[in-house]
């Protein structure tokens, strides 16, 4: 059994469908003894959402709360004509981005476009790391994927909660194929609770689960310690304190 000590994609109320507060989603990481814990607020383009000012004075908040390290990300949304509706000075404040495709916000643009769409995001040098690359409704080639994210030095993500959404489309056939390629190239991966309420943060079971069914190689999962994620994103551990 792995044991996985980051969930960096988490959600608060900042993000609109998101239903605890940062300390209430840091007392639940400090619960489930979380050594680190990112937030990453969806970006604009889902209704609801923070106004890009919120990403402006992320530094106001500890970077350690209930003895959990906190950095602050967002959850960008890939755009159909691939350019990032959070300006750049808002992307400048903060530590990492994830990049994914939200059909609430995207349209399908068949498999080929998709694929140029999210790599068109994996460019940006603070986009870490590609959100619930699964859903058959916006198909990706994985091959591609998979080689960008080599390229332009992003993990990609297995995403717990897809395993509890009825709504996504052949999703462990998708990871199936994406980890095979990800093993076979060493491209990392990370694990993610996707927590929308502080009940799901570091709720990533079904993931481990899944990765131990089709053997995936724990070095290439950067979550299994917090200086693997910190160095992927190149954050000094300094920044704690
Ligand atoms: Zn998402
Ligand atoms: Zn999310």
């Known amino acids: 059994m792995m044991t996985l000590t980051c969930d ?29 814990l990112g937030l990453s607020e969806h970006g ?21 709360l209930y003895g959990v390290h906190i950095i602050h990300g967002c959850e960008l949304n890939v755009t159909n004509d691939g ?31 998709n694929t140029d769409n999210v790599i068109a995001f994996m460019k940006d040098p603070k986009v870490c790391f590609i959100s619930h690359p699964d859903d058959s409704h916006t198909p990706l080639c994985y091959p591609r994927l998979v080689e960008a994210a080599k390229t332009w030095h992003v993990a990609l993500e297995v995403n717990s909660s897809s395993f ?4 996504r489309l052949n999703f462990r056939e998708n990871y199936t194929e994406m980890l ?10 990370i694990v993610s609770s996707d927590a929308h309420d502080p009940f799901w943060v570091g709720m990533t079971r079904e993931a481990e689960a899944f990765l131990e069914e089709v053997h995936f ?15 992927f994103i190149g954050l000094s551990e300094e920044i704690f304190g």
């Open 83 to 113: 350019v990032n509706l959070l300006d750049s000075k808002c992307m400048k404040k903060l530590d990492y981005a994830l990049a994914g495709i939200h059909t609430t916000c995207y349209e399908n643009a068949g498999m080929d476009q």
């Open 180 to 189: 095979q390629l990800c093993e076979k190239m060493d491209v990392p991966i």
């Open 8 to 36: 960096i994609h988490t959600h608060t109320i900042a993000s609109g469908h998101a239903y605890g507060t940062i300390r209430e989603m840091a007392q639940a990481a400090s619960e489930k003894g979380l050594s680190l």
């Open 44 to 64: 604009p383009g889902i209704p609801g959402t923070c106004d890009p000012f919120y990403f402006k004075a992320l530094d106001v908040i500890p970077r350690t």
């Open 164 to 167: 509890r959404k009825p709504n």
């Open 217 to 231: 190689p724990e070095r290439l999962i950067l979550n299994v310690e917090e200086s693997r994620i910190l160095d």
